[in-house]
């Protein structure tokens, strides 16, 4: 997984930090609020761990803006010192999916990352979705362009339907290779010739590139639907 630590405690970050990449885990990390939240909303990642307390912007609000204004669903693990039912509630109302009460054992928080990032994955799953002339029925994986079936190799259909998740959202080469690769590739080459057949694909279907290449920032999925007239 791809995990984003949001937490001012240095020594709590580093050890969330140096534990989960330990386990095979992809992490980040930021120490305040308004760096986590920028972090949150321009990156992909598959689980957030959120601190209650935080410098600059506290974590309910944080997760009221990720859920509100960036509309990010991905699943929130708060971290807090305070345990009474108030302050718990308050968490769960601002959009957080699970709480841990510190101290913690670290195989906990793992092991709660990992059962939310499935029940998330398993509500995606099911979830038909329809950007623009674009269509993705997760359980037939049949993807559909202006009404006509589009075939693509396994890595490009996974990257179409990455950003399709989150459309208008501009992904960089990272967020993609570990999406489709679940590790970044060597070179730029293999994101690039894999975003061209798909690219070139969608044209020879739909008569149009729905997909725009932001310079020195990666790709995004465009939402509108377009006037090719």
């Known amino acids: 997984m791809r995990i984003l630590i949001i937490e001012d405690d240095r020594t709590i970050a580093t050890n969330l930090y140096d534990f989960l990449e330990s386990r095979g885990h992809s992490v980040d ?80 928080v793992e092991a709660r990352l990992i059962a939310m990032h499935k029940r998330y994955k398993g509500k995606m799953a099911i979830k038909k979705m329809e950007i623009g002339d674009l269509s993705f029925d997760p359980k037939t994986l049949l993807i559909c362009f202006k009404g006509h079936e589009v075939k693509l190799p396994p890595k490009c259909m996974r990257l179409l339907t990455l950003m399709m998740s989150d459309p208008d959202r501009v992904f960089s080469r990272k967020d993609l290779e570990l999406g489709a690769w679940e590790e970044e590739q060597e070179t730029s080459d293999t994101l690039r010739t894999h975003m061209h057949i798909l690219r070139r694909t969608l044209i020879q279907v739909g008569g149009y590139d729905p997909i725009e290449t932001v310079h020195g920032l990666g790709y995004c999925l465009v939402s509108h639907v377009r006037d090719q007239d």
């Open 29 to 108: 990390a930021a120490l305040d609020g308004i760096s986590g939240f920028r972090l949150a909303s321009t990156q992909m990642f598959d689980a957030i761990l959120l601190d209650l307390k935080l410098p600059h912007l506290d974590g309910v609000t944080l997760c009221q803006r990720l859920r509100q204004e960036s509309q990010i669903d991905i699943p929130i693990l708060m971290l807090t010192a305070r345990d009474t039912l108030e302050d718990k509630l308050v968490g769960f109302e601002s959009g957080a999916d699970d709480y841990l009460i510190k101290p913690f054992a670290l195989k906990e």
